[in-house]
């Protein structure tokens, strides 16, 4: 089991999400912080300021929406890809859309995995389980291994 809990990023501005995924994420059992950003832009400044900082740690995952203020979640995508440190984190895309040609922008930028966002809760609370599942596979996270 790990010692620490894993940190995820969540780059989210609708509450009602923020407050579904991190539900989703505890009845999964997964230990964690959730640390919110409300915009794109905060999400890029975010970056940049862990490139700056080699002593700040890295999140073992990022969540990241497409539909986003300011910044859109792909080019934050972008930004985490070109990144000198976060370009190795994992990036979950959890968006309500289902345009190809956002599955096409994201598949460029190097999305690990691509989600729907449900309205049912059943559906929603699936999507804590498989972060536990990616995150708890394999070392996926320096931060979070047993002390």
Same mark, same amino acid.
């Given at each position: 089991?790990? @010692? ?7 780059v +989210? *501005?609708? +509450?009602? %999400?923020?407050?579904?995924?991190? +539900? ?14 409300d915009? =794109? +832009? ?10 700056? %900082? ?10 990241? *929406? ?5 910044v859109? @979640? =792909?080019?934050?995508? *972008?930004?985490?890809?070109? #990144? #000198? ?23 460029q ?8 966002? #449900? #309205? ?16 708890e @596979? ?10």
């Amino acid at each position: 089991m790990s @010692g620490s809990p894993f940190q995820i990023v969540l780059v +989210e *501005d609708a +509450e009602s %999400d923020v407050f579904v995924i991190r +539900e989703a994420l505890e009845q999964a059992g997964l230990a964690f912080e959730l640390h919110v950003l409300d915009d =794109g +832009e905060k999400a890029v400044e975010f970056i940049a300021k862990i490139d700056s %900082d080699n002593t700040l740690p890295l999140p073992c995952l990022i969540i990241l *929406d497409l539909n986003l203020p300011k910044v859109s @979640g =792909g080019q934050v995508l *972008d930004r985490v890809r070109k #990144s #000198s440190r976060c370009s190795p984190i994992p990036v979950f895309i959890l968006t309500s859309s289902d345009s190809p040609k956002d599955k096409a922008e994201i598949a460029q930028f190097g999305a690990t995995q691509y989600c729907r966002k #449900s #309205s049912r809760l059943d559906e929603f609370m699936s999507f804590g389980l498989a972060v536990r599942e990616f995150l708890e @596979g394999a070392d996926r996270c320096a931060g979070a291994s047993a002390q």
